[in-house]
């Protein structure tokens, strides 16, 4: 006889099992010293800050971007504007006509989406890496130094830096993005160490000019759809920890849940895109491990967790002494993720680790029902190709800002 309780409780203790191996690997391979062969080099770089109607944070984003410490010859800052029907052109162009050597202005007299515009963009670029980067993310003095010196490894093809949210304690839902963005961290730089990362930070991501071929004009995140790409070529994808930008997170949980339902669907779009390269030992560890875990953690998890939903209500109907069991064996579940996770802290002390199990859980489940957002939006054709605003309200001091950036 089929019993509901029995499967659920081993789809369940499966789920738990495969997350706690992953993580706990990740977690040990982000201990590792890095493997890449850095030098202090710099070779010309462009600077592409894609635009749509920007013209509340273009002005703050060029004067933080003008005053990098990079060699002011070796890089150009070109802004792709896609249709903006405010300011943002406007202002920009003041920019050029000042340093018209530093400054260039691309501009799009449609607004056909993100992709379409870097396609345009880096055809125009004169730089051998490209930075893209955010009109609404601030970038460290340093973080083009950082990213560039990743570059000087002949292998590396992409590079990602880390993101810090600057309102992170302005609401809950903040906190909680602040709690991800601890997971997240570790999860790349051990997927970095081990081979590649196939999940990118929008706001700062770099790759070597000669690499980039033209993006579908439906991509939804082009940083992810890009590194997988250069993984694909044989290259390295990584991410360089030292290499900051600096955004604020949504404040409501509608904004939070639609930004990530995008980045979801984006990240399921490319893994699907790119299914060949599972189990491919042509790629190694990235074909074999990371590719496979990433496909696994967008894709199967999140649909096994609504198969599993069906049956915790089924277990739940059909048996009080089930119920109290399901409750038991949850109880035991989250005293295991505050174990895990006091053990993640002891063996990365200089981390900020998440030690809160209810957080943790709370990201897990609100990043599964992105997922699915994410995956329903694929499959009925609503793709999310042109980006969109946040429009919560922002509550930073400036001091705040020029601290984190300086």
């Not at 200089?350 to 709370?362: A, F, G, R, T």
Request: a neutral charge.
């Amino acid at each position: 006889m089929f019993d509901p309780f029995e499967l659920l409780l081993w789809l369940l203790g499966s789920l738990a099992l495969f997350y706690f191996a992953y993580y706990g690997f990740m977690i040990y391979e982000a201990r590792k010293p890095g493997n890449i062969q850095k030098g202090r080099t710099y070779p010309k770089v462009s600077l592409l800050i894609p635009t749509y109607n920007e013209e509340s944070v273009i002005l703050r984003k060029l004067l933080n971007v003008e005053d990098m410490f990079y060699p002011e010859e070796k890089m150009e800052i070109v802004v792709v504007d896609s249709g903006s029907t405010d300011n943002t052109c406007q202002i920009v162009q003041g920019f050029v006509n000042k340093s018209p050597e530093r400054f260039r202005l691309l501009v799009q007299s449609q607004r056909f989406g993100k992709a379409s515009a870097l396609n345009y963009a880096v055809q125009h670029c004169q730089g051998d890496v490209v930075i893209m980067t955010d009109a609404d993310a601030l970038l460290n003095k340093n973080a083009a130094e950082k990213i560039v010196e990743n570059f000087n490894d002949p292998i590396v093809g992409a590079v990602t830096g880390r993101l810090f949210i600057l309102n992170s304690d302005q609401s809950s839902i903040t906190k909680l993005e602040k709690s991800y963005r601890s997971i997240y961290e570790f999860i790349r730089m051990g997927e970095s160490n081990l081979d590649s990362t196939p999940i990118f930070n929008g706001p700062i991501t770099a790759f070597r000019r000669e690499l980039f071929d033209d993006l579908e004009a439906d991509t939804v995140t082009d940083d992810i759809e890009l590194c997988i790409r250069i993984r694909e070529k044989g290259y390295r994808a990584v991410y360089e920890p030292a290499a900051i930008a600096y955004e604020y997170a949504p404040v409501s949980l509608r904004s939070r849940m639609n930004q990530k339902s995008r980045r979801a669907q984006g990240a399921i779009q490319s893994i699907i895109r790119h299914r060949r390269l599972l189990f491919n030992p042509k790629y190694g560890k990235y074909g074999l491990v990371i590719f496979p875990c990433e496909l696994f953690m967008h894709l199967i998890s999140p649909i096994l967790l609504l198969f599993l939903v069906g049956l915790l209500a089924m277990a739940l109907l059909s048996s009080g002494v089930l119920a109290t069991l399901m409750i038991g064996f949850i109880a035991v579940l989250v005293g295991a993720i505050a174990l895990f996770s006091l053990v993640s802290k002891i063996l990365m002390p200089d981390k900020m680790v998440v030690i809160n199990p209810i957080d943790i859980l709370v990201t897990f489940f609100t990043l599964q029902v992105s997922l699915i957002l994410g995956l329903s939006a694929l499959i009925l054709g609503k793709k999310s190709y042109k980006w969109e605003k946040i429009d919560d309200v922002r509550i930073v001091s400036k001091s705040k800002e020029n601290i984190a950036t300086s």
